[in-house]
């Protein structure tokens, strides 16, 4: 028999391209971006912190979008993305956590 629960939301993670997060805009004054999110079966959007937007693209342009590693996390609401954050990460050789 299968038992039965009740969940308050449901978190869910969007890992991006670095390459399209890069080309975003963000201008300064704007305080929020919305976006939307292609998947294989759906598309959600998205609001963002213009700040946040500015702060990943400045990581994937230092760094190179092959070096970094681009999220989104926020709770599932129909096709929208609610609470969302954008975090843009260099990811980190196994060469340099050995040394």
Do not use: C, Y
């Not at 959007?45 to 092959?66: F, N, P």
């Amino acid at each position: 028999m299968t038992q039965i629960l009740t969940a308050k939301s449901m978190k869910v993670t969007l890992v991006l391209d670095p390459a399209e997060v890069a080309r975003l805009e963000a201008p300064d004054g704007k305080p929020r971006v919305a976006i939307a999110i292609r998947l294989p079966d759906r598309r959600v959007s998205v609001d963002l912190s213009a700040k946040s937007v500015r702060k990943a693209i400045a990581v994937i342009r230092e760094h190179g979008s092959d070096n970094v590693a681009a999220i989104i996390q926020g709770k599932l609401a129909g096709d929208f993305v609610t609470e969302a954050g954008l975090v843009a990460q260099a990811k980190v050789k196994v060469s340099e956590v050995v040394s």
